[in-house]
């Protein structure tokens, strides 16, 4: 699944620069099929999650170190289900079609400018909050692999190994 966010970020950061209406098009349609896979399987994830649970904490970690990683879960899974919200309801309100899986037009087709800039906007937020707890995410898995070596991260790993 992180392949695939960092692949949907990729396509994303095309819409910034100038583009031809076709390759705008074109990279809409990309990018909102990459973000309904990754929809499914983050629901796929909150599924395992509900019925495995998170792997547990180390007993030596501080409690400041117990309730920020509490907090950078629960804000990743708070931002990408308000990415996932956000972009369905900006592909809604574009005038342009978004058909993706080739029938499926996630489009209203009617003008609705000041709608889809507002939930632009908050998509975007989103966008720079998951990157952000990602970059933090990856930086807490180094410290505690290779800095604390509580074996945090091998944890986590072998918890998946089993669940598969």
């Known amino acids: 699944m992180a392949f695939l966010i960092i692949l949907d970020l990729n396509i994303a950061q095309k819409f910034g620069g100038e583009m031809e209406l076709w390759d705008r098009l074109e990279s809409r349609v990309d990018h909102a099929t990459v973000g309904i896979i990754v929809t499914v399987l983050f629901i796929f994830r909150i599924i395992l999650r509900y019925m495995y649970g998170a ?91 290779f800095i604390a070596k509580d074996k945090t991260t091998i944890k986590m790993l072998k918890f998946w190994k089993q669940a598969s």
């Not at 309730?67 to 931002?79: E, P």
């Not at 909050?129 to 898995?141: E, G, R, T």
């Open 55 to 145: 792997p547990p904490l180390p007993n030596s970690m501080p409690n400041w170190q117990k309730f920020s990683a509490k907090i950078g879960h629960y804000g990743l899974y708070f931002f990408i289900t308000l990415l996932i919200f956000t972009g369905i309801a900006s592909a809604y309100f574009t005038s342009d079609p978004i058909v993706v899986f080739g029938s499926l037009n996630l489009s209203s087709e009617t003008e609705s400018q000041g709608a889809f800039q507002l939930i632009r906007g908050v998509h975007e937020f989103s966008t720079n909050a998951v990157i952000f707890l990602i970059f933090v995410h990856i930086l807490a898995s180094i410290y505690h692999h």
